[in-house]
């Protein structure tokens, strides 16, 4: 990892993100890796993931962001169970919905494998994108929490590499 101290300097506001490892590959293989901290909000989530938004299909209202392995799929024609990754027993099922992969490949070997919209079309899905948070999470006082959650595969890879390492 790069700490704060490397990337900014004593007389400038540190930054609060800070590029972590968090998986290596090798032969093929991709090898997770974990920083862990006193602070538990410093420990980082192993391996590559994917993150998916989770719609409610009557409303069209974001219900939660989901936490991936990069290969896992979430299948919306199934009930899926998300869960609080720190509070595992808040746990909710989720039934009529759609899933939302948000993590598309820009570039691939250095080159951009993707076609980039124009500045109108980003500002009018930004736009869409804040329609489907609902407004008891969008209002300034008392806030309701908006969820992300891990899978229950990423959250087994991050509880076996903290109970592996803590040893």
């Known amino acids: ?27 093929g293989e991709i090898i997770p890796k974990i920083k862990i901290s006193e602070n538990p909000s410093k420990i980082t989530i192993p391996d590559f993931k994917q993150i998916y938004r989770l ?5 069209g209202k974001a219900i939660a962001d989901v936490m991936t392995l990069h290969n896992e799929e979430i299948n919306d024609s199934e009930p899926y169970e998300i869960f609080d990754p720190v509070h595992t027993w808040k746990r909710k099922k ?11 490949k820009l570039f691939e070997k250095g080159e951009c494998v993707a076609t980039l919209p124009e ?13 489907t948070i609902w407004d008891e999470v969008k209002r300034f006082e008392n806030p309701h929490t908006y ?12 509880h076996s590499l903290l109970e592996k390492y803590s040893e």
């Open 1 to 27: 990892g790069v700490g704060e101290k490397l990337i900014t300097s004593s007389s400038s506001p540190v930054f609060g993100g800070v590029y972590k490892l968090v998986g290596v590959e090798e032969d």
């Open 55 to 59: 719609f409610d299909n009557e409303s």
């Open 94 to 104: 989720v039934e009529n919905f759609t899933a939302k992969k948000l993590l598309v």
């Open 119 to 131: 500045i109108e079309e980003i500002r009018q899905y930004c736009k869409e994108q804040i329609d």
């Open 147 to 158: 969820y992300v959650d891990l899978s229950p595969k990423l959250w087994r890879v991050r």
